[in-house]
């Protein structure tokens, strides 16, 4: 029997609606063992989502811990965009923080063949407006659908190779804003593209989250990844930790029947922490 814990809790530190301390009262009344926080990577350029209070979230996540030992188990992570040129190495965000986890993401890709300087030099494949992927694919790689995804798992798997991060998030979140409308999922170079990351998670070791926020969110169908991938990632048993990716307190309990499908499918390995 698995406990309920969720490990991709963002707070009003980053992006997010509630407090951490709403979001912990919130899990701990509704019988949750465990949460880690996973706040936006502080990043070198004006943005409207990371953090930049790092040290008060840090210590504000160290004092609820202790705060509420005993009651729920609170673990201080981080969920750290890879950004070529600006934000490579996870290590000094680590260190200074004294992380007990990290979560790796790609949100941001850079133009082709060029070290980004500023936010205008990168392609936001995240965010709530589909017309922001749009343009960027548009400004950054001429609308080139291909070019972009490619970029996109290159950034993935180095960051992947350089960091190992201790949770894989939303391997495949490319796929949200595309919508169906620029590719299609079972076209062979997609595929192709995706598989090679899955391998490469299975070659490290490092655990992948099943990533819940697309479906509730009604932006995506399915979860990050999709249930094609998971089939894929259960014949090399990548272990898997389910995760809303929560924004508000409501939000944790937003797992869309992840755990049933994965009871369903015989998933092998499902966890319900990463330590
Ligand atoms: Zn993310
Ligand atoms: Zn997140």
Same mark, same amino acid.
């Given at each position: 029997m698995l406990s309920k814990t969720n490990y991709h809790t963002h707070s009003t530190y980053c992006d997010g609606k509630s407090t951490l301390r709403e979001m912990v009262e919130f899990a701990v009344a509704h019988g949750f063992t465990a949460l880690g926080f996973s706040g936006h990577s502080p990043l070198p350029f004006e943005n409207t989502y990371s953090i930049t209070d790092y040290e008060g979230y840090c210590r504000e996540v160290r004092a609820l811990k202790e705060e509420f030992a005993g009651r729920i188990e609170i673990s201080l992570g981080l969920e750290i965009d890879y950004v070529p040129g600006m934000l490579e190495d996870f290590a000094p965000l680590i260190e200074q923080g004294g992380l007990e986890y990290t979560i790796g993401s790609v949100h941001l890709i850079p133009e082709e063949g060029i070290t980004p300087r500023?936010?205008?030099?990168?392609?936001?494949?995240?965010?709530?407006?589909?017309q922001t992927y749009d343009e960027g694919l548009m400004r950054h790689? +001429?609308? %080139?659908i291909r070019r972009g995804v490619r970029a996109y798992f290159h950034n993935e798997n180095a960051m992947l190779e350089r960091n190992r991060p201790t949770i894989v998030g +939303?391997? %495949?979140?490319?796929v949200m804003h595309n919508r169906d409308r620029y590719f299609h999922e079972d076209e062979k170079w997609y595929r192709d593209l995706a598989l090679e990351t899955i391998h490469l998670i299975k070659e490290l070791g490092l655990i992948c989250e099943i990533n819940t926020r697309g479906i509730y969110k009604g932006r995506h169908a399915d979860y990050y990844p999709g249930k094609w991938l998971i089939e894929e990632m259960k014949l090399l048993r990548i272990p898997v930790l389910v995760s809303t990716d929560a924004h508000m307190a409501e939000d944790l309990l937003k797992t869309e029947g992840a755990y049933e499908y994965l009871r369903e499918i015989s998933y092998p390995v499902v966890l319900d922490s990463w330590r």
């Amino acid at each position: 029997m698995l406990s309920k814990t969720n490990y991709h809790t963002h707070s009003t530190y980053c992006d997010g609606k509630s407090t951490l301390r709403e979001m912990v009262e919130f899990a701990v009344a509704h019988g949750f063992t465990a949460l880690g926080f996973s706040g936006h990577s502080p990043l070198p350029f004006e943005n409207t989502y990371s953090i930049t209070d790092y040290e008060g979230y840090c210590r504000e996540v160290r004092a609820l811990k202790e705060e509420f030992a005993g009651r729920i188990e609170i673990s201080l992570g981080l969920e750290i965009d890879y950004v070529p040129g600006m934000l490579e190495d996870f290590a000094p965000l680590i260190e200074q923080g004294g992380l007990e986890y990290t979560i790796g993401s790609v949100h941001l890709i850079p133009e082709e063949g060029i070290t980004p300087r500023s936010a205008d030099d990168l392609w936001m494949i995240d965010g709530s407006r589909y017309q922001t992927y749009d343009e960027g694919l548009m400004r950054h790689y +001429h609308g %080139d659908i291909r070019r972009g995804v490619r970029a996109y798992f290159h950034n993935e798997n180095a960051m992947l190779e350089r960091n190992r991060p201790t949770i894989v998030g +939303h391997p %495949d979140k490319i796929v949200m804003h595309n919508r169906d409308r620029y590719f299609h999922e079972d076209e062979k170079w997609y595929r192709d593209l995706a598989l090679e990351t899955i391998h490469l998670i299975k070659e490290l070791g490092l655990i992948c989250e099943i990533n819940t926020r697309g479906i509730y969110k009604g932006r995506h169908a399915d979860y990050y990844p999709g249930k094609w991938l998971i089939e894929e990632m259960k014949l090399l048993r990548i272990p898997v930790l389910v995760s809303t990716d929560a924004h508000m307190a409501e939000d944790l309990l937003k797992t869309e029947g992840a755990y049933e499908y994965l009871r369903e499918i015989s998933y092998p390995v499902v966890l319900d922490s990463w330590r």
